[in-house]
């Protein structure tokens, strides 16, 4: 099979589709796998091969670059040879008529010479298979991607011809898939080199090492920044290490060991810090003095890495002139990631330690049992039938309890003598809601009434609420009213599903309530989801941190959330008619939880 790589432009990013469809025809007619079009071109540093129209090949390394943007591939090449991050290949995708990322990443997993994958995205195209490249990659990819923001995204649509996608879709998928996000081109760059460099750090304990107690501190302030505070070391390795500093340094962490530290200070303490069955990482840094050359203090930190025996990361942080630059791209060619600030090497670590998480949850089993498919595909193979898009609450709870998620009690009554007879198999208080195929927010009409304590109470509120909803939405067609059991209050939280042009059926879970929209407090992930992924979701949100009980209440019950969470998800993935699914309130106690209100939305 041949390869082609085609540079010129004028295609689908541009409008221009059924040109793009063609040139992909012939390729296929062929039997050419086809590279573009609308690229800048390949960069091979293994090969000493440069099939671009870039200056020049990257400063040499173990990084594989795939870049959406022909432009990046060209800056960034220069870039490499100033901030001296060492590159394997620098790949321009561009359209993605035939070769897409999921296609580079492949090959680059399996390349001896890449030891990490960075990627400049816009949007993608096959969410699924993209996924599933990540999951099973045992090296780290690191992704910038673009099109962030709304305007961001129309920009990266129109220049790509692809869909940006919603970027909490985007960012959930990428925890699924093991996949670490960059914000900027220099986060990126600077996490690749520790990532491609360093092993991932294996535990949460960070040890901070330095010669000055202004950088040590903001190292420490990262380092609660990037989620990776520090402690105190054990008193074993406080009493070691004071036997190489002076007197009035400190042992704390950070390990301050002064201006007056030497070469053989840092080697010492780095040898014996990281030997220590407690710390997991150091972070070391270095103030230029006069007393202490850059170079030494580079040669020290290298020789305590290497002494100490032991394959844990180390990342560095000077600060100083002309000759801590030289000290760090020493550094760097010696395989310790360097960098001109604190902040910097703390985010360096925190990216190995992130790594680490990631990596030894990305493959977690969905493991939901008691649901009745069959059943589900029934029902909604008949709504589709009749044409019906809009899945009336009572029919969406008898699906939700297909799928063994509780619900509330509820019944339809069509008219006021029907309502008088349903009521009598509820206790009250009671609530009411409207029954209309034509109306989705019930509350924004005047659809919903609470706490109604009794019988006369109930039909007032109906002919009140049979005005008012003929007055808000004089075209909808009222099919009737539903009772429902009023439930004691708890926790409202939402859990929702969508279809996302790249990945497919995702799922929502945040703080629910009629102000979900103005609070914005949710988190995304692809379905069908796991349970430590939907336990993180709970987690990412400030929903979550109601569930620890508080003033004498008890934890509220996150299991029953985490199982609801997977159900809904898989409800959304295992039947492809379910355009959107609204669980709104699901309210949580501390013995579970119940879809209070249930909208689905069908294709």
Request: overall charge negative.
């Amino acid at each position: 099979m041949g390869s082609i790589i085609v540079v010129a432009s004028g295609f689908s990013e541009v409008g221009n589709s059924d040109l793009e469809a063609r040139l992909l025809d012939s390729a296929k007619k062929y039997n050419v796998r086809m590279l573009g079009p609308n690229v800048v071109g390949l960069l091979s540093n293994p090969m000493r091969m440069n099939a671009s129209f870039a200056p020049f090949l990257p400063y040499a390394g173990k990084i594989g670059m795939v870049s959406q943007s022909g432009a990046m591939i060209i800056a960034l090449d220069a870039k490499t040879w100033v901030d001296r991050i060492g590159m394997s290949y620098l790949v321009s995708i561009g359209n993605m008529a035939d070769l897409d990322f999921s296609d580079i990443l492949t090959y680059l997993v399996n390349d001896e010479d890449t030891s990490c994958i960075t990627l400049y995205v816009e949007g993608i195209k096959n969410g699924r298979r993209f996924l599933d490249v990540g999951r099973n990659s045992n090296k780290p990819i690191v992704m910038l991607k673009a099109g962030k923001s709304k305007h961001g995204s129309v920009a990266a649509s129109s220049h790509t011809g692809s869909l940006a996608g919603s970027d909490k879709i985007y960012d959930g998928a990428m925890k699924q898939a093991g996949i670490l996000r960059a914000d900027t081109i220099d986060d990126l760059f600077d996490m690749s080199l520790a990532l491609s460099l360093q092993p991932t750090m294996k535990g949460p304990n960070l040890l901070i090492i330095t010669n000055g107690g202004g950088i040590g501190v903001l190292a420490t302030d990262a380092s609660e920044m990037y989620g990776i505070p520090i402690d105190t070391p054990s008193d074993e390795l406080r009493h070691k290490l004071a036997a190489f500093m002076p007197s009035f340094a400190s042992t704390k962490n950070p390990i301050d060991m002064s201006a007056m530290a030497t070469g053989n200070t840092y080697q010492d303490v780095i040898t014996n810090a990281l030997q220590d069955p407690g710390v997991d990482g150091v972070v070391v840094l270095y103030c230029e003095v006069s007393n202490l050359d850059p170079q030494v203090a580079a040669k020290s930190i290298l020789k305590g890495k290497i002494e100490s025996g032991v394959d844990k990361p180390v990342c560095v942080g000077m600060v100083g002139g002309e000759a801590t630059e030289r000290a760090i791209e020493w550094l760097q060619k010696n395989e310790i990631p360097s960098y001109t600030s604190p902040e910097k090497a703390v985010m360096a670590m925190s990216t190995l330690r992130k790594h680490e998480v990631l990596n030894q949850n990305r493959k977690a089993a969905t493991d939901v049992k008691g649901i009745r498919r069959d059943d589900v595909d029934a029902i909604l193979r008949e709504k589709v039938s009749s044409g019906n898009r809009l899945v009336s609450e009572i029919e969406s709870k008898k699906i939700f309890s297909l799928y063994g998620i509780h619900v509330n009690s509820s019944e339809l009554a069509t008219n006021e003598e029907e309502l008088k007879n349903v009521a009598r198999n509820f206790q009250f208080p009671v609530v009411l809601k409207i029954q209309s195929k034509d109306i989705s927010h019930k509350f924004d009409v005047g659809g919903v009434i609470l706490n109604i304590k009794n019988m006369d109470a109930l039909m007032d509120s109906y002919h009140q609420m049979i005005k008012t909803v003929s007055q808000k939405a004089p075209d909808a067609k009222i099919d009737g009213v539903v009772v429902e059991e009023m439930l004691r209050p708890g926790l409202e939280t939402i859990v929702g599903t969508a279809v996302d042009p790249s990945f497919g059926p995702s799922v929502m879970f945040g703080m629910g309530g009629t102000n979900v929209e103005a609070i914005g407090d949710v988190t995304f992930r692809v379905a069908p989801v796991d349970s430590f992924n939907a336990r993180q979701m709970i987690s990412e949100t400030l929903a979550g941190r109601l569930f620890k009980g508080t003033r004498g209440r008890k934890d509220l019950d996150m299991d029953s959330v985490i199982d609801t969470i997977q159900k809904i998800g898989l409800l959304a993935y295992n039947h492809p008619q379910i355009k959107e699914i609204d669980v709104n309130p699901l309210t949580v106690y501390e013995d579970g939880c119940i879809a209070v209100d249930a909208r689905i939305i069908l294709n």
